[in-house]
């Protein structure tokens, strides 16, 4: 499970000690609700379906694919469903091989959401060996649903924009810079990625 609110609120708080604008930040707007996901195959294949589509749409698609699939977070069901029916149910040509592929990769033993390395770069390269699942996805995954406290998404742009109006940047920072400036930040990266999406909801632009 990902990190409850007494430890996100406990990391915000040392990530405030280490670094004011943070501390400012908080005191205005408060701290954010902890973004918990469950551990495991289902959380990420309802990520992969619900990738560049509306929220409505994707909860109407994972209706009908746990019906067509007799158990959504069932690898082995999902695995076992024909192309058609998962067309019929929603899902794009493409992401019926992404679906299956990472069926495929649970499937094989190749990855074990209970075994998962404890380097986060580790961890992720394995989860992005299944088609479908970027970067981007794996650092959510862990964030949300492993509680890994230092996953730092740097390349979220969201993340970039909110980084910069937290420390009063004039500019939006690249990737690169992000990740620099969050070097003193760990082991709370992750903290700061939520309150970066947290501050992005509650300040107006």
């Known amino acids: 499970m990902g990190l ?4 996100l609120k406990a990391s915000l708080d040392a990530l405030g000690d280490i670094e004011p604008a943070f501390a400012s930040a908080i005191a205005r707007i408060g701290y954010p609700a902890p973004r918990i996901r469950d551990r495991g195959y289902e959380t990420l294949v309802r990520a992969v379906v619900g990738q560049q589509v509306s929220t409505k749409a994707a909860a109407a698609i994972l209706i009908k694919v746990d019906a067509a699939t007799g158990g959504l977070g069932d690898p082995a069901k999902v695995a076992a469903t024909s192309d ?20 495929e990769e649970v499937l094989s033993g190749r990855l074990d959401f209970a075994a998962l390395p404890e380097d986060d770069e580790e961890a992720i390269a394995l989860l ?18 492993e509680a890994r406290t230092d996953v730092w998404p740097a390349g979220d742009l969201a993340v970039q924009v909110e980084i910069g109006r937290i420390l009063g940047l004039e500019e939006r920072p690249t990737e690169k810079r992000v990740r620099e400036l969050a070097e003193p930040w760990r082991p709370y990266r992750g903290a700061a990625a939520i309150f970066a999406w947290h501050h992005r909801h509650v300040v107006p632009v």
Not at 4 to 7: C, E, K, M, S, V
Not at 84 to 103: F, H
Not at 128 to 145: D, P, Q, S
Request: glycine share 8%.
């Open 84 to 103: 058609e029916a998962l067309r019929a149910a929603g899902l794009s040509r493409q992401k019926i091989l992404y679906v299956k592929s990472l069926a």
């Open 4 to 7: 409850t609110a007494d430890r």
């Open 128 to 145: 992005t060996r299944a088609k479908g699942i970027g970067r981007w996805t794996a650092e959510v995954y862990l964030l949300f649903a």
